[in-house]
């Protein structure tokens, strides 16, 4: 792995997500390689993006920068991150994102973490602090096959057994199930479902979609509703909040549109 730093002009970008009003990227590329990520297409340091899980830069200013942001910018929600995982083993070492995250919500900002990585728990004396500022996500793609999906990842199980303590702690959780892959990881929706089902969460799941460089296909339209079709019936079963990603902003903001300033 090589690391690289570079300085930046600007901490928070406005997001085209319509549940996050800015996004926060302390690194660019991803230690964790995954096969299906689009982020390679969106991020913008050619040596991490044609160099995919092999070249991590560091935004060594970044703190520097958020410090005068956090004066400057409408208070909104953060995601952290979007085109790449906020707690990759770089983290451990650089704490950028701990630093991060404790500077947007002492200055009232949301923030919304999404990540593969059990490593959020070292922020958890952070997260329980700040209850209603804040949720946690871990994304889960399969239990069987995620060696091919995300070769360098930590274990599904470890994601969702970190999300079970954060729930514990009444931190607002929830399991992004997704990218579903026809033909490679939908025939266990199902068993993801009935593994998380203790803990009190919800699911967006999506389906894959097509971006350049990435090897698989998308199902179709006939597929793809099927497939939507079981995961309702599965929540129904285990009596499991589902949201498809398309349409979770409407939840989100219902849930945590509520002016703290």
């Known amino acids: 792995m090589i690391v690289k730093s570079i300085r930046v002009k600007t901490a928070l970008s406005k997001s085209r997500l319509k549940e996050l009003d800015y996004s926060l990227n302390p690194y660019l590329g991803c230690a964790y390689s995954c096969t299906y990520c689009y982020a390679p297409n969106f991020t913008p340091n050619e040596e991490a993006s044609l160099n995919w899980g092999k070249v991590i830069i560091v935004k060594e200013n970044l703190l520097e920068i958020l410090r005068k942001e956090v004066f400057l910018k409408r208070k909104g929600t953060v995601g ?69 999906l995300e070769p360098n990842a930590p274990p599904p199980k470890a994601r969702i057994r970190a999300l079970e303590r954060l729930s514990e702690e009444s931190i607002e959780t929830w399991l992004f199930l ?69 349409e979770d902003w409407i939840y989100e903001r219902k849930r945590f549109f509520k002016p703290l300033f």
């Open 178 to 246: 997704g990218p579903i892959i026809k033909g490679f990881n939908d025939h266990e929706i199902e068993s993801v479902i009935e593994e998380i089902s203790g803990s009190k969460t919800r699911i967006v799941f999506d389906k894959f979609r097509f971006y350049r460089g990435l090897k698989y296909k998308e199902g179709d339209t006939e597929w793809w509703k099927k497939v939507k079709e079981n995961i309702l019936s599965y929540c129904k079963k285990y009596n499991i909040e589902c949201h498809e990603e398309s």
């Open 80 to 148: 952290v991150s979007t085109i790449t995982d906020p707690y990759q083993p770089i983290e451990a070492l650089k704490k950028i994102t701990r630093e991060s995250i404790s500077l947007l919500l002492s200055h009232n900002f949301r923030v919304s973490i999404q990540t593969k990585s059990p490593l959020v728990l070292r922020d958890l004396d952070i997260l329980i602090q700040n209850k209603k500022k804040i949720d946690v996500g871990f994304t889960v793609t399969s239990l069987e096959r995620w060696k091919e």
